[in-house]
């Protein structure tokens, strides 16, 4: 393995290098403990009863024989929950409007997509709980439902919501009730003279499917509600505070009287951002004084929560003969689920991000179907928006012979460039990203042999900053343990760890970082949006500062000099003026360390940071495939990522981000969908119908991390979590027209979807 | 109304250890480590054997424990992620995995080193393509495999060159 130290991290000590996370023996052992790993005394088991119909009116629901089954302890349906107001809370990566959010964790007068929760109950054994949910009577008045997003914007569908109206951005309103919840639009520039300027324009329409996130965890959720009327709540979730404020007004608590404690996470990837189980545990254990316990299995997770939305696009582009782009006119329909929210508005801005596109019109519709709520995943709305894109620019490339890779770099947006919303770029490596794919062997290669073919493509995601908070103490032995509120997707312990041991001088061994409850630590923001890194690692840095400054003061105390004559050194030497003897004076970081506790008490750092001042991540795709004409399937050959990390703090972390990133777009582009009959019912709702990449079916996916700083980061820090699943769509798509000369424009292209281009139709 | 379910007392080995415990007849393997005897390590990703995350040898094969019925261990010996270390002696695997960063959120690593294990009982020698083939009944989310497949070329003592 290369593990040469880069040119930016050659001139730190930790930052660059790939020490063994500090998490690690834990979850090689089997001892890490997951949320559905909890054991409580008394604890209770709960399960939830879903709907079998997409669309329906709930008549009745009659409890009375589960609630007499022996062992059964509490039948619950949305009638035990308070009424919730339309007030949106913020959740990091979204925002949620908190009668909508009880309604889906526990539907109200509406079943609005198969697998939505209509009862939950809580007993003494799972097993139990699984025989009395089936006790439980609903009688539903059957509706029709709505499943396509062009469907659903006809203003003949039958509507989900009453009274849900289609909002504009100048705060106007429709008249009539209308499953379009909102509409968007960012535009500069004159789209008429735009294409008057184009010598060749392309239109064209995709589709994408809803998609799963696909955490090898299921949901977990367990509960504890005292008799003092506090709360205490242990989850696997992105963001132990987004718990705490979305669960404390569904059940009327004040956040305060709601402790969360982050439980480690199998996986996310943001569709483990809103609460589903949590509420009903906390009303289950008010009910039956116990803690309760519950976790949804592998069905119910692609039934009810994630996913992302299915789409219909349209993307009409122009350019001069020459590759300028002149014009990018772009229409987003996106599937919201059963309530407004889906990704369409950062869709929307990524949609034409990479480049310097004069005239651009970009438009965004947020629509409900009766499928489930979409959640955050990984780079919301991006992959979509950009396959759509990417997939036209790749067409024009073609039509106008020129390379596509070059055509890229002709129009890549600059330091300077601004998007159609507004936004202004500072510092970004989207034209390195770019060259660093043309220099690369990959792109350098010969292919190989009939039905291959080669494809690239650019991605664009914002990375956001936002609240991160973090405490560290000084051991006396010269070991710090760092108290954090992130919850560790994939290795941010690791990451963040190492830029306050870089800061103190200290290895990142000697720092022992915790992940504790919402008590525990100040207000930290959801692990998402490629933040962690960045803003805690911000945190981290400001925490550090807060200990350098401290350990300063406390030498010139024991010195008895003036504090301004004190120096802590980025060695971790701490300096200070020479004696009367003309003796230099210095303690090294653990020597003073261990004289704290004699010298005045001991030291503690902390920081709080709310940064906005993320840095723009591109990356820069290369695959091949060959293509079976006789089954359809592709097969990835090979497979480059480059991207630009900013710094890379633990570069082979970083990788991982890249790569799985990669996997999971290779996954959306040939075989992730969620395959719904006319009924509204989900026909692939298990992990062999739901096909995501195997070890069998991917190559080694080679990184190329590029590093151009971020300004706006002690250490240069982009984030690098979401951009990697963006550009594997168009790409792929790309290199199946190389192949075979088909263009494939939905999502995904499955074996299916090839002979259903390729073959003949039957007679 | 009860619900008749009854329990059956199950005797067998696991990590080495003589264990006996009591299984409600409708326990699978997993649900019983888990549920009545504590060994958390296994993990339940579907219920139906298709993701690997609750991979546990038994008597020297890899079976999906949520597969097996717990009554059906009577007798046997298993072996869970717990056993893989002698002590506070990680396995070459385990470290393996730590040194290559072979693993993200953590939750399907302990089907991986079970699986992976086995792997190199039989074949301590295993091509790219053979340990892809063997580990493709356990499901990865956040890796790409790319890692996973380079810490079992590592402990099998490939990936030194």
């Known amino acids: 393995m290369v593990t040469a130290q880069s040119e930016v991290a050659s001139q730190y000590n930790v930052i660059g290098t790939r020490p063994i996370r500090h998490d690690g023996v834990d979850k090689v052992t089997g001892a890490a403990q997951y949320g559905a790993d909890l054991q409580l005394p008394g604890m209770l088991y709960g399960r939830v009863l879903r709907s079998p119909h997409a669309h329906a009116r709930i008549v009745s629901i009659d409890t009375s024989k589960a609630a007499a089954l022996e062992g059964v302890k509490s039948v619950i349906t949305n009638a035990d929950f308070p009424r919730a107001s339309d007030d949106v809370i913020d959740t990091g990566e979204g925002s949620a409007q908190l009668n909508w959010l009880l309604d889906n964790v526990i539907a109200s007068d509406k079943a609005l997509y198969k697998g939505h929760a209509i009862a939950a109950v809580a007993a003494v054994d799972h097993h139990i709980a699984e025989d009395a949910i089936e006790l439980i009577e609903v009688e539903y008045e059957l509706l029709p439902p709505v499943l396509d997003v062009r469907d659903a914007m006809l203003d003949t569908a039958p509507k989900l919501h009453d009274g849900l109206k289609t909002g504009e951005m100048d705060g106007s309103k429709s008249d009539g009730d209308s499953n379009t919840a909102s509409h968007l639009r960012f535009a500069k520039g004159d789209m008429e003279a735009g294409f008057a300027d184009a010598d060749v324009v392309i239109e064209r329409e995709f589709v994408t499917s809803m998609a799963h996130q696909g955490y090898i965890e299921p949901h977990n959720g367990t509960a504890y509600w005292r008799a003092d009327g506090t709360l205490d709540v242990w989850t696997s979730t992105q963001g132990s505070f987004v718990v705490r404020d979305s669960v404390a007004p569904l059940v009327q608590l004040s956040p305060s009287q709601v402790k969360v404690t982050p439980m480690e996470i199998g996986g996310g990837f943001g569709g483990k951002i809103p609460v589903y189980l949590e509420p009903l545990a906390a009303i289950l254990s008010r009910n039956t004084g116990r803690p309760v316990q519950l976790t949804m299995n592998r069905e119910e997770v692609l039934l009810a929560t994630g996913p992302t939305s299915g789409t219909y696009m349209r993307v009409k582009m122009g350019a001069k003969r020459d590759g300028t782009l002149t014009a990018g006119e772009v229409y987003l329909a996106f599937e919201a689920g059963a309530y407004p929210g889906s990704p369409v508005g950062a869709g929307a801005m990524c949609a034409l991000a990479p480049y310097d596109i004069p005239n651009q019109v970009i438009d965004g519709y947020d629509v409900v179907v009766n499928k489930p709520k979409t959640a955050a995943y990984r780079a919301p709305g991006a992959p979509q928006a950009e396959f759509a894109t990417e997939a036209v620019i790749n067409e024009l490339a073609e039509q106008l012979q020129i390379d596509p890779l070059e055509l890229r770099l002709q129009n890549a947006a600059v330091e300077g460039a601004s998007r159609a919303d507004g936004f202004t770029y500072g510092v970004i490596g989207n034209v390195e990203c770019m060259q660093a794919a043309q220099d690369s062997s990959h792109w350098n290669s010969e292919l190989a042999g009939p039905n291959q073919g080669r494809g690239v493509a650019q991605g664009f995601w914002f990375n956001i900053g936002f609240e991160s908070s973090a405490y560290a103490q000084v051991n006396g032995d010269g070991t710090v343990p760092l108290v954090l509120g992130s919850t560790d997707i994939g290795g941010t312990r690791a990451s963040i760890a190492m830029q306050l041991a870089e800061t103190l001088g200290i290895s990142a061994e000697e720092v022992r970082p915790h992940v504790v409850d919402t008590n525990s630590v100040g207000y930290t923001q959801v692990t998402g949006g490629s933040r962690t890194t960045f803003a805690g690692g911000w945190a981290a840095y400001e925490c550090a500062m807060d200990i350098r400054r401290q350990m300063a003061e406390r030498a010139a105390q024991i010195w008895e000099v003036d504090a301004a004559e004190v120096e802590y050194g980025d060695d971790a030497v701490i300096r200070g003026p020479a004696d009367d003897e003309g003796n230099e004076r210095s303690f090294g970081f653990k020597e003073l360390a261990g004289q704290l506790a004699a010298s005045g008490g001991h030291i503690v750092g902390r920081a709080d940071v709310n940064k906005t001042s993320s840095g723009p991540a591109f990356a820069t795709h290369i695959v091949d495939v060959e293509v079976d004409p006789d089954t359809g399937k592709v097969d990835v050959l090979r497979y480059t990522a480059v991207q630009d990390a900013g710094t890379a703090i633990h570069p082979a972390y970083v990788e991982g981000q890249m790569q799985g990133g990669a996997a999971q777009g290779i996954g959306m582009a040939l075989n992730e969908e969620y395959y719904y009959d006319e009924s509204g019912d989900l026909k692939n709702a298990s992990l062999l119908d739901y096909r995501m990449p195997t070890a069998l079916d991917l190559p080694m996916i080679e990184p190329i991390i590029v590093e151009v700083p971020n300004p706006g980061h002690p250490y240069g820090v982009r984030g690098v979590g979401e951009v990697p699943i963006i550009p594997p769509a168009p790409a792929i798509q790309a290199a199946i027209a190389d192949a075979v000369g088909l263009r494939m424009n939905e999502l995904p292209i499955s074996p299916r979807a090839i002979l259903e281009a390729t073959l003949p139709e039957e007679g | ?161």
């Open chain 2, 1 to 161: 109304m009860t619900t008749q379910t009854s329990h059956i007392v199950v005797n067998t080995t696991i990590n080495g250890e003589p264990t006996v415990f009591l299984a409600n007849e409708r326990d699978s393997l997993l649900e019983a480590l888990r549920d009545r005897i504590g060994l958390t390590g296994a993990k339940e990703g579907c219920n139906n054997g298709n993701c690997g995350a609750c991979c546990v040898n038994l008597d020297g094969r890899i079976v999906n424990s949520c597969l097996v019925m717990a009554a059906e261990v009577e007798g046997s010996e298993v072996r869970t992620v717990e056993g893989l270390a002698d002590g506070d002696q990680l396995s070459p695997l385990q470290n393996a995995f730590l040194e290559e960063a072979a693993l993200q959120c953590g939750i399907c690593t302990p089907g991986f080193l079970v699986a992976a294990e086995a792997l190199l009982e039989q074949n301590p020698d295993p091509s790219e393509h053979e340990i892809r083939y063997w580990l493709a009944g356990n499901l990865c989310r956040c890796t790409g495999y790319d890692k996973i497949i380079r810490a079992v070329q590592l402990a099998a003592g490939q990936g030194q060159d």
